[in-house]
């Protein structure tokens, strides 16, 4: 469960770039919730994800995760709860180590590996499984260092060091954006089916709105940084992208831009 309770944040208040990120933010998930998350560039969708990873401390609000307060539980404390996949393909994984060892620090939760971990045969094989089902090949290549691998190789490795150990939420910020629509949509895949299969509470921004209709229970719109669509169930099921512009607009009271990006595919 996640609960983001009437949270704000101003970045350099009270100076000529104040910028009100959040003005009162409202959202509750319950457990196995899969919300997709959408809103013009600005809308606050990237500090909604920090305010919850705990990035930075909000100026009002309260953020649940489970039956842990987090508010004001600092980042490294609170990403015991949280696995994140950001856009940047190099951001997750360690690029001078192994899969396998990428995969192995993962398991401990960021804890540095013993020397002779690798001989350790239940995690090989653990290992191996996991990447069988990429379906990406990499599975042949448990010893590779990670930068060599492709973006979309990365970000599917990064999505399997985010669900090793069962976050309570899995936190994914347009994690499919940089790479190619064909990678991008096997990454997609693997997360949906990670997400149903482990019942993880997820939020997924994605600019892609036909993405946002097709994976997921819920759907949140934002807009100057508060969340104001929230579908769920069967009405997310009927929705259309047409629907959703003509709720875009109404919701936002004519004034919400929608950029070019978010009405491709
Ligand atoms: N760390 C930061 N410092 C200053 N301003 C920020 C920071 N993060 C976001 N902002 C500002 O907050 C607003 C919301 O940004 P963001 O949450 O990244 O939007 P979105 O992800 O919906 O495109 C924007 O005006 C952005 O410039
Ligand atoms: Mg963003």
Do not use: C
Request: aromatic content about 6%; cysteine-free; glycine content about 10%.
């Amino acid at each position: 469960m996640l609960l983001v309770e009437n949270v704000y944040k101003t970045f350099f208040p009270g100076s000529p770039n104040e910028k009100k990120a959040l003005q009162g933010v409202s959202l509750r998930l319950e457990d196995g919730d899969f919300a997709t998350v959408i809103g013009s560039n600005g809308a606050g969708k990237s500090t909604l994800l920090n305010a919850v990873a705990g990035v930075f401390p909000v100026d009002r609000g309260r953020i649940v995760i489970g039956d842990t307060d987090v508010t004001r539980m600092p980042e490294h404390l609170r990403a015991r709860f949280i696995g994140r996949v950001f856009q940047d393909p190099m951001m997750g994984t360690a690029a001078g180590m192994q899969i396998a060892e990428n995969l192995a620090m993962a398991m401990r939760r960021g804890k540095r590996l013993g020397l002779r971990w690798s001989e350790n045969a239940a995690e090989y094989r653990k290992f191996r499984e996991l990447l069988v089902q990429l379906d990406l090949g990499l599975e042949e290549r448990l010893y590779s260092k990670v930068g060599l691998l492709s973006g979309g190789q990365r970000q599917a490795v990064t999505l399997l060091m985010a669900t090793i150990r069962r976050p309570e939420l899995l936190l994914l910020d347009e994690h499919t954006a940089a790479l190619d629509p064909k990678t991008a949509e096997k990454v997609l895949a693997i997360t949906d089916r990670f997400v149903r299969e482990g019942h993880l509470t997820t939020l997924m921004i994605t600019h892609n709105m036909r993405d946002a209709l097709r994976f997921g229970n819920r759907l949140i719109m934002m807009h100057n940084g508060r969340a104001i669509v929230d579908v769920r169930g069967e009405e997310k099921k009927k929705l259309q992208v047409a629907d959703l512009l003509a709720l875009f607009e109404k919701a936002s009271g004519g004034e919400a831009d929608i950029p070019d990006n978010m009405l491709l595919g």
